[in-house]
Structure formats: structure tokens, C-alpha cells
């Protein structure tokens, strides 16, 4: 059974202070891995597709990078308007359908205070 | 582009009660989601479909959750009869079968509270 696990469950950070939150997962073949950002009150919104090991990729402050095992989600220099809760998630397993449905992580809470 | 249209917003009844969901996915998008989240989780799937025919409903708890998608667009989800472990916030799903890691578009859910 595909498992994601996230840590930290909450991180609180200063304005301008740089963090990481980690997503790791046990799946059968990694088919890719989701990083969301989900806001009080709204659905996930989506922000990364990793689909092999040593991707890297990049949107604003956040940087997104993936290990066979692990996927980090690395904050530079954040603003209180990063706050919110991200969440991992990989796909699969698939039940016959031309997609897959998502396994997500419980998230971890971001506060960024100014 | 429009995206995935839900409502109510928010919806409190009684145990025992019964209460339904709608669900408008984003336009030519032919698989749609439904997952649950308790507070303090992340989403769980609860049925998947593919046009109106249905991928997975294995976590979908059928004696008391039907869903339904009829001409392959929008979706009802229905609780019947409510219990206090269904509060949680319900988000539909949809993407392109373009590709089997095409990427999930959520809309802001719907947050029921079982009282």
C-alpha cells in the first residue's frame, strides 16, 4: 500500500527565514509526486509534477526536489503570505481508469510570521 | 478557463439526516474525483470516475455514500443517513485523461458538519 508521510506536521517561521518540509513515500513504482498548497477554507491548488529522482523545479519562492525515498519543498526567504498547509501526494495505485487517484500526506502547516 | 464548481459551500444537518453534494468539473475534463477531508488530514479518495462509468469506489462506505455522474459531466454525492464522523470537508476532482499522472484541478469543497 502506498504511504506518504510529512514533517514537520507545523513549522512556524520569521519572515525571511528559510525552511525545507519534507514529504517521504513507500510506493510499488513511482509514477510522480504532487506538492499542493491548500489555503483556510479552499481546495488544494496545485504547484509541482516531480517524475524522477534529481528533478528539481522552481515557482517563486518555493523549490521543489525528489530522491528515490523523499521529496523536499524548500522555502527561500518567505512571506507571511506563504502561510498555508502543503501537501505531498503520489499516484496510484491505479483501479483501471486512464488516471490515477491521489495518495496525499497529512500536509504540514506553514506560519510565516512578518 | 472556469474551475471545478462545488456547492453548497458549507451544510449542517442532524445525525441521520440526508444532505448531497454537486460537483461541476472543469470543461472536456473526463475522469472526476471525490475525496474526504477530516480536519487535521489529507484528502481521501472516495469514488473516481471516468466519463460517467466508475474507476474506484473502494473506500466509498455504500451503505450510506452513493455518487452518481450522469452524462459524464457533473456529479451528485449523497450521505444517507448522516453520522457525526462524516464532518469533513468534501472536494471534488478533475482531470484530462491525457496521461495517467495528469494533474488533479480541486474545487474549494464543500465542509459539512454532522451535529
Known amino acids: 500500500e502506498d504511504q506518504v508521510t510529512q514533517s514537520p506536521e507545523a513549522l512556524r517561521l520569521q519572515e525571511g527565514e528559510s525552511s525545507s518540509l519534507n514529504c517521504s513515500y513507500t510506493?510499488?513504482?513511482?509514477?510522480?509526486l504532487f506538492w499542493y498548497r491548500q489555503d483556510p477554507g479552499k481546495g488544494p491548488e496545485f504547484l509541482f509534477t516531480?517524475?524522477?529522482a534529481g528533478e528539481e523545479k522552481e515557482k517563486e519562492r518555493l523549490k521543489a526536489t525528489l530522491t528515490k525515498k523523499e521529496s523536499f519543498l524548500h522555502i527561500t526567504a518567505p512571506k507571511p503570505e506563504d502561510s498555508a498547509t502543503y501537501l505531498c501526494?503520489?499516484?496510484?495505485?491505479?483501479?483501471?481508469?486512464?488516471?490515477?487517484?491521489?495518495?496525499f500526506g497529512k500536509g504540514t502547516l506553514l506560519t510565516v510570521n512578518p | 478557463e472556469a474551475g471545478v464548481a462545488q456547492s453548497p459551500r458549507y451544510k449542517i444537518i442532524e445525525k441521520r439526516q440526508s444532505v448531497a453534494f454537486w460537483c461541476n468539473p472543469i470543461s472536456g475534463h473526463a475522469t472526476l474525483y471525490w475525496y474526504q477531508q477530516i480536519l487535521g488530514q489529507g484528502p481521501k479518495l472516495l469514488i473516481q470516475?471516468?466519463?460517467?462509468?466508475?474507476?474506484?469506489d473502494s473506500q466509498l462506505p455504500k451503505d450510506r455514500f452513493s455518487a452518481e455522474r450522469l452524462k459524464g459531466v457533473d456529479s451528485t454525492l449523497k450521505i444517507q443517513p448522516a453520522k457525526l464522523e462524516d464532518s469533513a470537508v468534501y472536494l471534488c476532482?478533475?482531470?484530462?485523461?491525457?496521461?495517467?499522472?495528469?494533474?488533479?484541478?480541486f474545487g474549494p469543497g464543500t465542509r459539512l458538519t454532522v451535529l
Open positions: 476532482a478533475s482531470s484530462s485523461p491525457g496521461q495517467i499522472t495528469d494533474t488533479q484541478y
Open positions: 501526494a503520489v499516484p496510484g495505485p491505479n483501479s483501471g481508469g486512464s488516471n490515477y487517484k491521489l495518495t
Open positions: 510506493v510499488s513504482g513511482l509514477r510522480g
Open positions: 516531480l517524475y524522477s
Open positions: 470516475f471516468q466519463n460517467n462509468g466508475v474507476v474506484d
